[in-house]
């Protein structure tokens, strides 16, 4: 069984920024592809960033230059650094683990950012 549990999330104005970190346990963690999504009220689940086991990054376009995803595969923890926030970057923020058994989720942390 894998457990992800996600902190970091808050209240924080435009144009600052937030960490958002998300620990794993339960799998071999470093072989797994790690991902944080969100939800907005009212709208789907989207992919916000992703990082392979190999370190490959890939980003949604409205969050490129601005949020960094990285991971410390000795820490079994992986990171969502938010820079230049956006009263859109308004969510709840989910981690994403991709294991051969599945996909697993974090039970969520919410960002809100005030204009």
């Known amino acids: 069984q894998v457990q992800l549990v996600e902190s970091g999330g808050g209240l924080v104005q435009a144009g600052g920024s937030l960490r958002l970190s998300c620990a794993a346990s339960?799998?071999?963690?470093?072989?797994?592809?790690m991902g944080w999504y969100r939800q907005a009220p009212g709208k789907q689940r989207r992919l916000v960033a992703r990082?392979?086991?190999?370190?490959?990054?890939n980003y949604a376009d409205s969050v490129k230059g601005r949020f960094t995803i990285s991971r410390d595969n000795v820490k079994n923890t992986v990171y969502l650094q938010m820079n230049s926030l956006k009263p859109e970057d308004t969510a709840v923020y989910y981690c994403n683990s991709e294991t051969d058994y599945g996909n697993y989720w974090g039970q969520g942390t919410q960002v809100t950012v005030s204009s």
């Open positions: 339960g799998s071999i963690f470093r072989f797994n592809a």
């Open positions: 990082i392979t086991s190999g370190g490959s990054t």
